[in-house]
C-alpha cells in the first residue's frame, strides 16, 4: 500500500506448469509462451485506488499459435477490471463522464471508450422489429447552433437513435440505422413531431405509411403566442386587457 499515492497495489501470479485457454477460439489446456506484465484498475479499497497486478500469460494455442490468454476479471484490452467498468457505467448514467473522470481520476476519454464499448455492444443486440411509432425533436447539444435530433420509441420510453443537426438528413440516417436493427420502416404508423418541414420530409419519404401527429406542446405554444398576439392587438381599444397575459389559457 502506497499511502502518499493513495493506492493499494493486489500483486496476482499463477503457478509454474499452469495451462490456460486461447483466447482466439476458446481452446482450453494450452501451454504458456511467455508472460505480459499487466496492471488494472479495480474498485477502491476503502478510500485507495486499487489496483490488479499480474502476469497475463500468452499461450501456444494448437489451432492459432500464440495468443493471449483471457482474463476472468477484465475485457480484452480494457485497462479496468469489469467491476470498474460497472462502477464508472452506472455513474456515467447519472452524470457528465467528465464530472466521473474528477470523481475516479482517470482521464474521460478512457471513460469515453468504456461507454462507447458497451452502448455499442448493447444497441447491436438490440432489435427493432416491433416498433410501429416513434417521436423525433431536436434539442441543443450546447449553447449556439449545435443540435442533436432524438428519435424515441414513444411505447417504451426509450432513445432508438440520436444523430447531429436537425435537418432532413437526420431521419435519413436514422432509417439507416433503423433497418440495420430490423426495423420496418413500412410497419411504422404513427410519428409525433413539431411543425419542422425538414422532419415531415424525411417521414414521409421514408415512412410512407405513418401517420404524422405533431405534438401537444407545439400546437400549445402556436396557439398560445396566437391567443397573445390578438391580446396585444386588442388591448389598444380595451385597456382592461393590460396585464392579463397569464390569465389566457394556453
Ligand atoms: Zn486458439
Given at each position: 500500500m502506497d499511502r502518499t499515492a493513495g493506492q493499494l497495489q493486489l500483486t496476482g501470479d499463477f503457478v509454474r506448469g499452469a495451462r490456460f485457454a486461447c483466447s482466439a477460439c476458446g481452446a482450453e489446456?494450452?501451454?504458456?509462451?511467455?508472460?505480459?506484465?499487466?496492471?488494472?484498475?479495480?474498485?477502491?479499497?476503502?478510500?485507495?485506488a486499487c489496483y490488479i497486478q499480474a502476469r497475463q500469460p500468452r499461450v501456444t494455442c494448437p489451432h492459432c499459435g500464440v495468443k493471449i490468454a483471457p482474463v476472468p476479471w477484465?475485457?480484452?484490452?480494457?485497462?479496468?477490471?469489469?467491476l470498474f467498468e460497472a462502477f464508472t457505467l452506472t455513474l456515467m448514467r447519472e452524470m457528465p463522464v467528465r464530472a466521473v473522470s474528477d470523481l475516479v481520476g482517470e482521464w474521460d476519454t478512457r471513460l469515453w471508450r468504456v461507454l462507447d464499448h458497451y452502448v455499442t455492444e448493447a444497441r447491436d443486440q438490440r432489435s427493432l422489429d416491433t416498433v410501429t411509432g416513434f417521436g423525433v425533436d431536436e434539442t441543443a447539444a450546447r449553447r449556439g447552433?449545435?443540435?442533436?435530433t432524438l428519435f424515441v420509441d414513444l411505447a417504451e420510453s426509450a432513445v432508438l437513435f440520436a444523430t447531429p443537426s436537425k435537418d432532413a438528413t437526420t431521419v435519413t440516417r436514422f432509417?439507416?440505422?433503423?433497418?440495420?436493427?430490423?426495423?420496418?420502416?413500412?410497419?411504422?404508423?404513427?410519428?409525433?413531431?413539431?411543425?419542422s418541414p425538414a422532419f415531415i420530409k424525411g417521414v414521409t419519404t421514408h415512412f410512407p405509411q405513418a401517420e404524422?401527429?405533431?405534438?401537444?406542446?407545439?400546437?400549445?405554444?402556436?396557439l398560445g403566442d396566437a391567443v397573445d398576439a390578438v391580446r396585444r392587438e386588442k388591448r389598444k381599444l380595451c385597456p382592461e386587457l393590460a396585464g392579463t397575459r397569464y390569465l389566457w389559457p394556453e
Open positions: 489446456d494450452c501451454s504458456v509462451h511467455d508472460t505480459e506484465p499487466r496492471q488494472w484498475r479495480h474498485l477502491n479499497c476503502f478510500q485507495y477484465a475485457r480484452p484490452g480494457s485497462g479496468f477490471t469489469i447552433h449545435h443540435y442533436v432509417v439507416e440505422d433503423f433497418q440495420a436493427h430490423h426495423g420496418d420502416p413500412a410497419a411504422v404508423t404513427d410519428v409525433t413531431m413539431d411543425m404524422i401527429t405533431f405534438d401537444k406542446f407545439h400546437v400549445l405554444k402556436l
